[in-house]
């Protein structure tokens, strides 16, 4: 197999989470062992529909709404021209932030109509705007034809994030949008490195969005049995990778978004650069709809493809940042695998979940974790696993998952997972530039 010689290298960073509003406060958060859950049984039911009080699962990790950027909270109006939060649905408004953040931190937000020729976005989303989806059907249902918005289309498609950065940065690289459930983010990320060592664009500007915190997908994620139940009392402890007590994941939105850049490229521009990204593998397990196979071999495929492309070995990784979303099935199936991998290498490694703090951010998991996974890096600091009390009875949880503290260690290079429904597995690996 041959590889492009092309390194491709990260030089922005723009991050919404349920731990605040940029890298700054989500990253100091997430290292003080701070949690984004919050109950959601007093937000109220929209549009007359059963609100989250009467679902099984009421927590989730919510972007703050109030206060603005200052107080850690979202305010459109601070990120978005007049008249965008009418055009947009809030994952792309998510999205825009996110890659404006990026893209400024990059400084790369005034360019030349040449560089804009090879720019390209990369910008997913899992489910979109569920939101749009359950309002206009039912506004249908009721008054038909005459009160269909004509921004509906536009505001319910994946692309559409993608779309909108592209119009506002003149972008006219690669414009493109994966939609592969909880696994959008990293192979957003991953498809623009391909595109940037295939030489399709020297900057690529990649990630992913979600915001679909609604009485539906809660409804649906709980008959798939796939959600935490038993912490609607004490939301902070709801989402706990690897625990003996863990119940199901907890459902989470944000958006994360990179600049990622042609090695020299950047050096040219002296801009800052965060990490290299060396690795990318991709698997399916063709295995079942919703559930992983108990061995994790699809993981363990999409981290050692991951190794093979960076031209590393697992002796070389000290750090992987775990899909691992809380459930009972899919934390012990990705332990089997990194086990796996790892053979022989488990005193020198460490994993954690840092979905035990933002929840599961599906489409924009990947992303966001990614972004964790770089500053893991570039600081030497590894994100706790919140609320990891007891390992769970099994023996098969031997390795460090770095419980509830972070923990300080120098990292060459890490892998960040990312597993979706429809048994779609990628991994990413990052590492310090040499
Ligand atoms: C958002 O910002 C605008 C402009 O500064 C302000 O008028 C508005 O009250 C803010 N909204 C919230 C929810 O903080
Ligand atoms: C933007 O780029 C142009 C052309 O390179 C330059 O003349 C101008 O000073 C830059 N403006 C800012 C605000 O950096
Ligand atoms: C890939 O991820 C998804 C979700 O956990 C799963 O459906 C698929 O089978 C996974 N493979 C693993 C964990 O081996
Ligand atoms: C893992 O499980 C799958 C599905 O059950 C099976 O096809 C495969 O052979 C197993 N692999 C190993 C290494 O046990």
Excluded at 180 to 188: I, K, L, P, V, W
Excluded at 261 to 282: D, F, S, T
Aim: aromatic letters at 8%; charged letters at 20%.
């Amino acid at each position: 197999m041959a590889f492009s010689t092309r390194r491709v290298v990260v030089t922005g960073l723009g991050l919404v989470t349920p731990l605040g509003i940029g890298v700054q406060q989500s990253w100091s958060r997430l290292i003080a062992a701070e949690c984004g859950v919050v109950s959601l049984k007093d937000i109220p039911t929209v549009n007359g529909l059963p609100g989250f009080d009467t679902l099984p699962s009421q927590v989730g990790a919510v972007v703050k709404r109030q206060g603005g950027y200052a107080a850690g909270g979202f305010n459109s109006t601070e990120w978005l021209d007049r008249g965008d939060e009418n055009r947009m649905a809030l994952f792309t408004q998510y999205a825009i932030a996110a890659a404006k953040m990026a893209i400024k931190d990059a400084e790369w937000d005034n360019t030349t109509e040449d560089q804009k020729e090879h720019t390209g976005v990369c910008l997913g989303s899992g489910i979109g705007s569920l939101d749009d989806m359950a309002a206009t059907t039912l506004s249908y249902a009721e008054s038909g034809y005459r009160k269909m918005s004509p921004m509906f289309v536009p505001k319910i498609l994946i692309n559409m994030a993608a779309g909108h950065l592209t119009m506002k940065f003149g972008y006219m690289g690669p414009n493109h949008a994966a939609s592969t459930a909880c696994t959008t983010g990293a192979h957003s990320i991953g498809d623009a490195m391909r595109f940037i060592q295939y030489g399709d664009a020297d900057v690529m500007v990649a990630g992913g969005s979600e915001a679909c915190i609604h009485p539906m997908a809660i409804a649906g994620f709980s008959k798939a049995k796939s959600l935490a139940t038993r912490y609607n009392d004490t939301p902070k402890e709801a989402s706990r990778p690897f625990d003996r007590d863990r119940d199901g994941f907890v459902i989470g939105e944000g958006a994360g978004v990179v600049v990622l850049e042609e090695y020299e490229h950047a050096r040219k521009r002296g801009v800052h650069i965060y990490a290299e990204l060396k690795g990318y593998g991709l698997s399916g397990d063709a295995h079942h709809m919703t559930a992983p196979p108990e061995n994790g071999t699809g993981a363990a495929m999409a981290m050692r493809r991951a190794l093979k492309v960076a031209r590393l070995t697992p002796a070389d990784v000290g750090y992987v940042n775990a899909h691992a979303t809380s459930t009972y099935q899919g934390d012990i199936a990705e332990n089997r695998a990194i086990k796996i991998v790892f053979d022989g290498y488990h005193d020198s490694l460490a994993v954690s979940s840092t979905k035990g703090a933002v929840g599961h951010l599906l489409g924009a998991a990947g992303a966001v974790e990614a972004i964790f996974t770089i500053l893991a890096i570039k600081n030497n600091i590894m994100p706790p696993t919140l609320n990891l009390h007891n390992l769970d009875d099994s023996g098969e949880f031997t390795l460090n998952y770095v419980p509830r503290k972070a923990q300080e260690k120098i990292l060459n290079a890490a892998l960040t997972n990312s597993f979706g429904f429809g048994g779609t597995n990628a991994s990413l690996c990052f590492a310090k530039v040499q």
